[in-house]
């Protein structure tokens, strides 16, 4: 069994198994990050209704992959799990897991940061902004 689970998804995200797949005896910390969409208002006063996400499937699952290599270099992972939707994402529903099983709860930490924060840079999925007046909005990363 892989150490790692690395997935696009076009269907809700599978917390609790992800949660069950990092569980590890050597295990002192999981860090567990989850990315929902919000509620906001836009700037003409229209309310979010849900984020619409896309992805180039086939390069965003390697460079999942290559994200997962790249922490295993820099933290001591025993198990990780990053898993990102695709299509509508409605209010207060995840659109992106991290799961970190590690040693101590530091490591766990600072990895699932890193990991969260270099996917949104790096990865090839694109976010929409669905708003009340029935328009959308692509969300540029900064």
Known sequence: MSEDWCEILATDLPTAKAVAFVQDDRAGGIGIFLGTTRAETSPTGQSLLALDYEAYGDMA?????????EARLRWPILKL?????????????PSVLIAVSTPHRAESFDASRWLIDT????VAIWKKEIWSGGHGTWVHPD
Do not use: E, F, Y
């Open 61 to 69: 699952a390697r460079q999942l992959t290559d994200l997962a290599a």
């Open 81 to 93: 799990v990053i898993l990102h939707r695709t299509g509508r994402v409605p209010l207060a529903h």
């Open 119 to 122: 996917l949104k840079a790096d």
